[in-house]
């Protein structure tokens, strides 16, 4: 039998790369997967890009890439799926170099739980369960930025590519036989929505968990710090850890310290981190004590009630017909922030409407919705 990974082209020119993009347009779909470095900066590093189309694999070197135009051109062709595992931080790599995303986006992890395969399978567990391979993922920490790149890498990368060819048409006949294809493409759009549209830095705080034990004012201090904190990470383009934890953010918020003595009284703020961002803080925290109540942000939700917990039990109670009807993962079909959103609202998430809506969503909300 043929090697395929004997074939497997290199591409480091960008003629080289333009003549690839013709002949992947000619495709029915497109496999891709990227391998990059992200230790030491806020932003993804590209090392490698892999690109599987009708049986044949590429390697394109984003080191020696100048001219992306055709690839980016591919990239929004709605005419063609790009098939990918597990997106969210390709996603990234893809909006740092080329500020888009792949659309229409196929994610073959959300794929096998709306087929039934399970919530959050790796890479490697989906190939076992489709294919019975079992993949090696020997060059998963390697130093993707190293030239030259080992045989070994390449193989590596080269294989991801390889089985998503293969498994993609097995996740999408399985999807159109349960009429469950539709699902695939409209809960991976509001994906790429997402990364093509990310959270504001003002919003970083609300994934702060034990919000609700601060303060309407301490909230809108941890606000205001978080923002500050992402805006000057990517200044800097170094991880957000770096300037200050998300646990010290709130150690902040909470203790509102009013000098820099109080402030060195912080668990885990470094000295350093004090000599050079103390007057920010302390700056920061003054002018957020002079904000009126009227102007502050609404405070965080609380803990769901007794009432609200039995409501809940309900609602996942019927949750767990509706999953055995779909024959889909529990996990991909409710979300516990989601029930917590109705319970509070009464009013269906965004989230809970679509296809979801029939399945789940109207027997939701005849039990906890708005009347």
Known sequence: MTDPLASCLYIDSDDVLHDSCAIWAQAEFLAIDTEFIRTDTFYPIAGLLQVGAAGHLYLIDP????????????????????????????????????????????????????????????????????????????????????????????????????????????????????????????DCAVITAQAENPALPQDYYLRIKSLWKLNQRQQYVLQQLCAWREIEAKERNIPRGRVIKDPVCFDIARLLPGDLNQLSRVKELSPGSIRRYGDVILALISSARSVADDDLPAPAPKPLTPAQTQLMKQMKALGEVAVVAADIAPEVLLKKRDLEELIRTGVLPPSLCGWRKPIIGDALLSLGGKK
């Open 63 to 186: 080191l020696n890439i100048s001219d992306w135009s055709a690839f980016t051109d591919l990239l929004r062709r709605q005419d063609i799926p790009k098939v990918i595992h597990s997106c969210s931080e390709d996603l990234e790599v893809f909006q740092v170099l080329f500020q888009c995303v792949p659309q229409p986006l196929l994610d073959t992890q959300i794929g096998a739980a709306l087929a039934g395969l399970g919530f959050g399978l790796s890479y490697q567990k989906l190939i076992m369960e489709c294919l019975g391979i079992h993949v090696e993922k020997g060059e998963t920490r390697s130093d993707w930025l190293r030239r030259p790149l080992s045989e070994s890498q390449c193989t590596y990368a080269a294989l991801d590519v390889l089985y998503l060819q293969k498994v993609y048409p097995l996740l999408k006949q399985r999807l159109e036989e349960k009429g469950a294809l539709d699902w695939w493409l409209e």
